[in-house]
């Protein structure tokens, strides 16, 4: 019979809320994105703080989150999408647009009083 009283299943195996609650040291990616992880990039949470009430993960939780995203996103395109559009072609369309019909020459608008 197999020993379970080892130490990755004993009672007594430490539980170190640092460990788990701690992530590492975030990096700035841009003025509003930080990553924690490797290839985990978000939003700087100190931008969202006023409307967003923000939640604290356990790090293995985050990663198994960032790790299901391909999978939910994939679900997500089976059961409800026609199209999938990159957003990159989105932003060329409309920057085509706003180069074929550049802004009119007309009389600037005021502003209104305040």
Do not use: C
Not at 78 to 106: C, I, K, Y
Request: glycine share 2%; charged share 25%.
């Amino acid at each position: 019979m197999k020993d379970v009283d080892g130490p990755e299943h004993s009672p007594s195996y430490p539980y170190r809320y640092a460990e788990q609650y701690s992530p590492p040291e975030p990096a700035r990616v841009s003025d509003v994105a930080i990553t924690t992880f490797e290839h985990v990039y978000e939003v700087d949470p100190r931008l969202m703080q006023r409307w967003v009430l923000q939640q604290t993960f356990p790090n293995w939780d985050s990663l198994r989150i960032m790790a299901s995203r391909q999978d939910h996103l994939d679900w997500m395109h089976r059961h409800f999408a026609n199209t999938v559009v990159n957003g990159s072609v989105l932003l060329a369309e409309v920057e085509a647009e706003d180069e074929a019909n550049p802004p009119s020459t007309a009389a600037p608008q005021q502003e209104a009083p305040r």
